[in-house]
């Protein structure tokens, strides 16, 4: 294979926006569905295709909002936990939930939830690449049985691996710092330079 430049320097310099900080535009129909296809491209053990995709608009947003809300009274949570789960449907225009929905045991459980991982990660990259800003959230209500069931329809089994948000971000803002490759890698003893 030959190498790719270009490739290689949009992956080398990659990182999400801040979704909170994303305005609009937002992808239309058909560049979202560009997106999703691109991140469909997903490793995937045994093709069982073990998640499944919700996309949320802007009165998705709101509605779920409201249920997360709903949620937190329902647990007894404080106004803080309250705002933080209503946060990002409040500000929400678009996102891509990648549920993770497990079909069966002929590959392991965690092979088939780090396929669902992966796809979170190919729509980050696939949002980038087609130009826009992508954050990968989660939050309480992600993990909350009861709200995925009201919200996505999620059942036993189904989890959230991300809830995907694609936007327009401010032109500005940093890197935030990487890992130390030394620190995180082991190295056979010949590959190493004296
Ligand atoms: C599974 C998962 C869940 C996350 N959930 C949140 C979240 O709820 N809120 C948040 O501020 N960041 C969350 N993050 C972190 C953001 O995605 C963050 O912007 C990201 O780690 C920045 O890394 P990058 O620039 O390398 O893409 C989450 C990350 C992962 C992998």
Known sequence: MKPNPEAQAFLSQRRSRVAKLFAGPVPD??????????????????????WRLVVLDRAAMLRLADLAEARA?????DAQKVGKGRGQF????????VISSPKGEMKPLVEQVASAAALCMNLLNAAEAAGWG??????????????????????????????VHIGTPPEDGSDRPRPDIDRVTSWPKGRVPA
């Open 29 to 50: 129909h058909q560049a979202l569905r560009g997106i999703i296809t691109t991140a469909l491209r997903v490793p995937d053990h045994g093709k069982l295709e073990p």
């Open 90 to 97: 409040d500000q929400g225009q678009l996102a891509v939930v």
């Open 73 to 77: 009274v329902e647990l007894g949570y």
């Open 134 to 163: 992508a954050n990968w959230l989660t939050g309480w209500p992600a993990h909350d049985p009861q709200f995925i069931a009201r919200a996505f329809g999620c059942v036993a089994g189904e989890t959230v691996s991300g809830i």
